[in-house]
Each structure stands twice: as structure tokens, then as C-alpha cells.
């Protein structure tokens, strides 16, 4: 069954960096696009990132400019490399898989258990 | 933009809930006649379960008193006879296009 875990979480200090992975099992990973979305504590859900299965991608206007994410088929992984890190920054982070692949899409997306970033 | 009415919904044991979430722009693609909107479920400290996709499609496991209804720009998540195990914070999605943009989440308890 499709598998995503997060890892790479943990405390920062404003203005540091963190490298997010998220690594992936169960589907061909290759083929679909990937997601970032994160939780502030207490808050809402807000979407951050987007990568195409063929590398192209989207970005948070909240984010963009100092997040990158990308991926490495060979490992089945996505990455969030963020940078300029602020205190708003502090959330859970998920990846999810999208729910189209490069051919048909079946309308369900998976998500990870999350990995907690603090920027204090 | 998704928009979720109520914010904070209180019902009893046994009663309907029913959540509403407005879209700013149709979501239904058609080209497939499909409305790309998604319900979850989340409770504390657990990431968002999916419930409903395409709108109205039960995923597999859920169950059968929950149900999604709606097409273009409005849309509703009922729970036909609420279970303790519902409390939690229900959001809605579309997948129309990236950005794929949440409601603000609805708070469910039991009156």
C-alpha cells in the first residue's frame, strides 16, 4: 500500500535552514506529482509546494523565494529545502501524493503522519 | 478560495450534521463532469483523513453515514447520525488546480 514518511524536522532558529524528505513506497513514484502542505499549531491547513512528476513546480506565495522543493526518483523521495526561515514558519509539515499520475487520475490523495518544525 | 460554514458546529448524539464549503470558482471539470473537491477528517494529532472525493465518492472504509453532495461551487458534508467517534475538524479541498486550496475547517462536537 502506498507509504509516504516525513522526516527532517526540528527546532531552528530564525533565519536557519532545514532539508525536509519525504520518502515514498508503495506506487511508482516517478509518475505522479507531489505535494507540501503544512499546519501551524492550532491552525488550518495551507498548501506550500507542488512538484510535477516532471519536475516542475509551484510554490506558496507565502514561500516562494526561500523554499525549493525537488525530488529524486532514484530514492523515491521529495525534498523541502526551506531557508529564511521565520517564526510563521513553525508548523506541522505533510507531504501528500497527488491523485493524478502522468496518464488518469483517480480523484485520492495520500498523506503522510507529518514532521514538526519550530523556527524559535 | 474555499469557504466553510459553519466554523463551530454542536450536535447530539444520533442527529444530523451537515457542513457546508463554497468554492470561488467551479471546480467541476467538464471535460469528465467530475468536481474536483475532497472532505477530511482530522483529529488531534493525526493527519487529515480523506473521507469524500470527487465530492460524493465514499473512500473505501468509511463509514456509510458519512456522504458528500454538491457540484460547481457548493458543496455539503452530512454525517447522517452522529457517533462519538466523529468529533473532530472536517475540512474541505478542491483539486481542481494547485494552489489546492483548503476551508478554513469546521470544529464538530457532540451537544
Known amino acids: 500500500q502506498v507509504q509516504l514518511v516525513e522526516s527532517g524536522g526540528g527546532v531552528v532558529q530564525p533565519g536557519g535552514s532545514l532539508r525536509l524528505s519525504c520518502t515514498t513506497s508503495?506506487?511508482?513514484?516517478?509518475?505522479?506529482?507531489m505535494h507540501w502542505v503544512r499546519q501551524a499549531p492550532g491552525k488550518g491547513l495551507e498548501w506550500v509546494a507542488y512538484?510535477?512528476?516532471?519536475?516542475?513546480?509551484r510554490y506558496a506565495d507565502s514561500v516562494k523565494g526561500r523554499f525549493t522543493v525537488s525530488r529524486d526518483n532514484s530514492k523515491n523521495t521529495v525534498y523541502l529545502q526551506m531557508s529564511s526561515l521565520r517564526a510563521e514558519d513553525t508548523a506541522v509539515y505533510y507531504c501528500?501524493?497527488?491523485?493524478?499520475?502522468?496518464?488518469?487520475?483517480?480523484?485520492?490523495?495520500?498523506w503522510g503522519q507529518g514532521t514538526l518544525v519550530t523556527v524559535s | 478560495v474555499m469557504t466553510q460554514s459553519p466554523d463551530s458546529l454542536a450536535v447530539s448524539l444520533g442527529e444530523r450534521a451537515t457542513i457546508d464549503c463554497k468554492s470561488s470558482?467551479?471546480?467541476?471539470?467538464?471535460?469528465?463532469?467530475?468536481?474536483?473537491l475532497a472532505w477530511y477528517q482530522q483529529k488531534p494529532g493525526q493527519p487529515p483523513k480523506l473521507l469524500i472525493y470527487?465530492?460524493?465518492t465514499r473512500k473505501s472504509g468509511v463509514p456509510d453515514r458519512f456522504s458528500g453532495s454538491g457540484s460547481g461551487t457548493d458543496f455539503t458534508l452530512t454525517i447522517s447520525s452522529l457517533q462519538a467517534e466523529d468529533v473532530a475538524v472536517y475540512y474541505c479541498?478542491?483539486?481542481?488546480?494547485?494552489?489546492?486550496?483548503f476551508g478554513q475547517g469546521t470544529k464538530l462536537e457532540i451537544k
Open positions: 470558482q467551479t471546480v467541476l471539470y467538464s471535460s469528465n463532469n467530475k468536481n474536483y
Open positions: 508503495g506506487f511508482t513514484f516517478s509518475s505522479y506529482g
Open positions: 512538484i510535477h512528476f516532471d519536475g516542475t513546480n
Open positions: 501528500t501524493k497527488d491523485h493524478c499520475d502522468s496518464s488518469s487520475c483517480d480523484g485520492v490523495q495520500h
Open positions: 479541498q478542491q483539486y481542481y488546480r494547485t494552489p489546492y486550496t
Open positions: 470527487w465530492a460524493s
